[in-house]
């Protein structure tokens, strides 16, 4: 008789003692320059974070030249005064970096990462990036190549082309937000290097911009580094620019993106409401995580999980612009796509979600749970140097005090439902909100006019 072999189980390992946690509090400076650092400490973080912010927004673009803003980051690292745009990347390469740069609403934003030990050599790539960009005539004539190239996919997009309807629709005509963040075709093809200078030299200076710098900084003489690279970088004092409020009409109506054939519609709904220097944001981040955050939330239940009418459909808000004068606002939206023939029923049980949310309110236990979601995944969230260089550059950006995130954290744990319920609720208002809809007009634009939501209106996908 074989004798069976006996197994050694090893010990379960047991759970640490939790530790507190809070958002890292960054520690301030300016150089002599006049550019503001921000720098946070992370042991462990071996590869550091760098952003730059730049007060160079979208609403400064001169007239006829929407997309410049895009341009110019673009082509802060297609050369300088000492390397081409081949030795640029080469160098970056070297040292193991990566920079990224974008232009949007608030200003324009580059994103460095590199190993800490290359940090050096990268701020110094960085600095001459900034201080003496080459904007060679070549260069800037490919990248306005490939932002038109890049067009005609943003509109064969449904998603893309729903985003670019609904700001169209929402705000007037003779505000930026009114038209897409990278410009147009008849827009684009207009820039060149000429212009991407002007607007690089009216806009782009060190006295206005902000440096954030997060990684393990063990062993860096940080303000030696920075004095030596992006403390070389000069320019004059700006004048202080006005700043156009944000307006909008939500008065509630549809309007149909036409593509014949389309299987599927996109929807987007949305409309403009607080930002997060208002008080009532804590409760309107939770309300609409409580709506349409996760697989959890309600619509999800209702349109996906009950009807099978998609495969997702998420509540937002995503700030615009946030400034303590009261002039900011956020977009607040619904997005998701369902099947044609459903596009009039999904949109029905949509509203019938809103009007159920408005007269019955939000239960503890959504609440519980979107609590726990968003403010229990917060450690892991800002693991990386990255993560919490973006959110502090992002209160700069927004003009937050420092320990905003922090305190956020404690506000949404300490909001009840009771408030997150209102909060969602004059969000989406069931008579206020403008509807976009990409999809097959003559399949669906009678079914939605049934619904009562407001005018139906059709326009070309074009």
Not at 321 to 341: E, F, H, Y
Not at 392 to 415: F, G, S
Request: a negative charge; charged letters at 25%.
């Amino acid at each position: 008789m074989t004798e069976l072999a006996t197994m050694e189980f090893h010990p379960r390992p047991q759970a640490g003692e939790a530790r507190p946690w809070a958002f890292p509090a960054p520690e301030r400076g300016t150089l002599d320059n006049g550019l503001t650092v921000l720098r946070c400490h992370r042991p462990g973080q071996q590869v550091v974070a760098v952003e730059v912010l730049l007060d160079a927004p979208l609403d400064a673009e001169p007239a006829g030249l929407d997309g410049v803003a895009t341009i110019m980051a673009r082509a802060f690292s297609e050369g300088t005064d000492k390397h081409t745009a081949e030795e640029f990347a080469a160098e970056l390469e070297r040292a193991g970096a990566t920079l990224d740069a974008h232009a949007d609403h608030p200003g324009v934003r580059l994103s460095l990462e590199v190993p800490a030990s290359r940090l050096p050599k990268a701020l110094g790539l960085l600095a001459d990036a900034l201080r003496a960009p080459a904007f060679a005539d070549s260069e800037v004539e490919r990248l306005v190549t490939n932002r038109l190239d890049e067009i005609p996919h943003e509109l064969a997009n449904p998603s893309r082309r729903a985003a670019k309807e609904l700001s169209r629709t929402l705000f007037p005509a003779d505000l930026r937000m009114s038209r897409p963040r990278q410009g147009t075709e008849e827009t684009v093809q207009n820039i060149d290097s000429a212009a991407v200078r002007a607007f690089y030299e009216k806009h782009v200076r060190p006295a206005t911009g902000t440096v954030v710098v997060v990684g393990d900084l063990t062993g860096i003489d940080l303000d030696a580094l920075l004095a030596d690279t992006l403390g070389s970088w000069t320019g004059s004092q700006a004048e202080p620019r006005p700043v156009p409020p944000i307006t909008a009409d939500d008065t509630g109506r549809v309007v149909i993106v036409d593509r014949p054939g389309a299987v599927q519609t996109q929807l987007l709904i949305g409309r403009i409401g607080a930002d997060r220097h208002d008080r009532v944001w804590a409760a309107q981040v939770l309300g609409t995580y409580c709506l349409g955050g996760t697989l959890t939330s309600r619509l999800d239940r209702v349109l996906r999980e009950e009807k099978g009418y998609t495969y997702g459909v998420r509540s937002f808000g995503q700030v615009l612009r946030s400034v303590p004068d009261g002039t900011g606002a956020a977009m607040l939206a619904i997005s998701g796509s369902v099947d044609t023939p459903n596009t009039g029923p999904a949109l029905e049980d949509l509203w019938t979600v809103l009007r159920t949310l408005a007269a019955e309110g939000l239960t503890d236990a959504e609440r519980d749970v979107a609590v726990q979601n968003l403010v229990g995944v917060a450690p892991l969230k800002y693991e990386t140097a990255a993560a919490v260089a973006s959110t502090l550059a992002d209160q700069v950006e927004q003009h937050l005090p420092d320990d905003y995130q922090a305190t956020l954290y404690r506000q949404l744990a300490a909001t009840g439902t009771v408030e997150a319920t209102a909060a969602a609720v004059n969000a989406f208002p069931v008579d206020r909100l403008v509807t976009i809809l990409v999809g097959d007009a003559s399949a669906i634009k009678e079914p939605v006019e049934a619904l009562g939501i407001g005018e139906v209106s059709v326009v070309s996908a074009e």
